[in-house]
């Protein structure tokens, strides 16, 4: 564990870089936007897990202590972001025939699983948006009282206008009320609304809808913005450290947050909103709505007509820490293999550091070495800039192939160093583990796996020095036919995953 070192934050309200410093000392709290649970997750979730997850990591790393909260949405978000249409579990439950809550619960557990294959921790706290319905209406009754919302036949609104007079709406998107006002056209079964500006912070169910509870103003349900705010304070209190979620939550629904928990409590409640960009497909937004998104589970087949091959979890991970988390990250097969020969080169050097041959160092290498570990250390604090972290990491492993090679000698202080960037830093702050590690979960299983290999390949030795040379062939043949690939080097065999 490294001590505490100052770290950068990027804040989406200020518009600019700021020195972390937390509500409370040495801790941490982060809560960010889950899923909404009416799909398998695709690619366009898996940035925001792996970012997020890479934040927590280094936060722990550098020994704070980490309260991560990361919602389930499972009532109360609608097809339209003007409080229209059918709320999006609902409308596959009905399709699928199915409860609600079937919807939920399975695709929650396929989420989790996604995630999991990914190399994601779990969040220390994960609350479902139903289970807080409680909270839920006393914020609603809090931002009534303080005259920012107005009941109308059973629904709540939250008064944009209202609220404008003494704060800003728009400050954290940076759009202008009015020009929100006159380019929103009024929608059928809006007229309950003062603004089509305002949003729901209670909806009355109509006789169809299933999801329905009972409040002092209808059997209904919470609208999609009031989850976030009513869970984040319970958990976090009314003032926290990070709000984090993907740029395309920014408006309306972090906007929205951020007045409900002005409204509600005379303060944004949040130090430090971050926002990780979106991923694209042919330059235009991957998502469901669009049609054009690609889930993780057809990444990990294959099975998509826009692939070439499959990929594992481990290349989507290290494929999405090569870019910056504020920017755009375009998808296409060719950097996805580009991603997956990066990955399987940083593995061999963490594997081959600890084989390196100590002798003696030199000054200038001792002090290149010690260079790159504060340079990695320097990125992953500005801004968790993982492309230029990771690109120390491989001027790390360079070093590593130039020993290995005999070009270079090495001192004992120098490897551990090196050791300690290729695996305590790629491993427990990237998460980027070794795939038959991420893939089977258990240490267990990769040891057995190895020790089995290990064998064979002693097997092939003896054969070797006997002269054998149709048997050693046909072991290393056999071994590639499962997908073992074995390499012959001067200081003894290598195998690896195909």
């Excluded at 996604?114 to 006393?138: T, V």
Aim: hydrophobic content about 40%.
């Amino acid at each position: 564990m490294e001590n505490m070192r100052d770290i950068l934050i990027y804040n989406t309200l200020t518009r600019r870089k700021e020195l972390f410093k937390p509500v409370t000392p040495g801790m941490v709290g982060l809560y960010v936007c889950g899923p909404t649970v009416y799909g398998d997750a695709h690619l366009g979730h898996a940035r925001p897990g792996v970012t997020y997850d890479v934040l927590v990591r280094l936060f722990r790393h550098l020994g704070y202590k980490v309260r991560y909260v990361r919602n389930i949405t499972d009532v109360g978000h609608l097809e339209s972001d003007s409080d229209a249409g059918e709320d999006k579990i609902a409308k596959k439950a009905r399709l699928e025939q199915l409860e609600p809550m079937e919807v939920v619960q399975f695709y929650t557990l396929r989420y989790h699983d996604a995630m999991k294959m990914l190399g994601n921790c779990p969040p220390s706290i994960e609350p479902r948006a139903s289970g807080h319905i409680i909270e839920q209406i006393a914020l609603v009754q809090e931002i009534l009282k303080n005259g920012y919302a107005y009941e109308s036949n059973g629904s709540v609104y939250f008064d944009v206008q209202e609220y404008n007079r003494k704060h800003n709406y728009g400050v954290l998107s940076g759009r202008n009320l009015d020009d929100m006002v006159s380019n929103t056209r009024a929608l059928d079964g809006q007229d309950d609304k003062h603004s089509p500006a305002d949003f729901a912070l209670w909806k009355k169910a109509s006789p169809e809808h299933i999801m329905r509870w009972p409040s002092p103003w209808s059997d209904g349900f919470p609208g999609w913005h009031l989850e976030c705010s009513a869970m984040s304070a319970k958990y976090l209190g009314e003032e926290f450290d990070i709000h984090g979620g993907g740029m395309d939550l920014m408006f309306p629904h972090h906007e929205c947050e951020l007045a409900q928990n002005t409204a509600s409590r005379g303060n944004g409640g949040v130090r430090y909103w971050m926002h990780n960009n979106m991923i694209t497909i042919k330059g235009q937004k991957m998502g469901k709505s669009l049609g054009n998104f690609i889930t993780l589970d057809e990444l990990f087949t294959g099975k998509n007509v826009v692939l070439e091959q499959a990929y594992t979890p481990m290349t989507i991970r290290f494929f999405i820490l090569q870019a910056h988390y504020r920017s755009t990250l375009d998808f296409s097969n060719e950097a996805l293999q580009a991603a997956e020969r990066g990955l399987k080169r940083m593995l061999q050097g963490a594997k081959d550091v600890k084989e390196l041959k100590v002798t003696a160092s030199s000054a200038e290498l001792a002090k290149e070495v010690a260079a790159i570990k504060e340079n990695v250390y320097a990125s992953l604090c500005d801004d968790l800039n993982t492309p230029i972290a990771m690109s120390h990491l491989f001027d790390a492993v360079r070093i590593v192939n130039q020993v290995k090679d005999g070009k270079l000698a090495i001192g004992e202080e120098e490897k551990q160093t090196l050791e300690f960037l290729l695996t305590t830093i790629v491993t427990d702050v990237l998460g980027i583990a070794p795939e038959q590690e991420a893939a089977a979960g258990d240490s267990g299983v990769v040891k057995v796996m190895d020790a089995l290999v290990n064998m064979v390949l002693e097997e092939r030795k003896a054969a070797k020095a006997n002269k054998d040379w149709a048997k050693s062939d046909k072991i290393r043949d056999d071994l590639k036919a499962i997908g073992v690939i074995i390499k012959d080097t001067k200081d003894g065999v290598e195998w690896s995953l195909e």
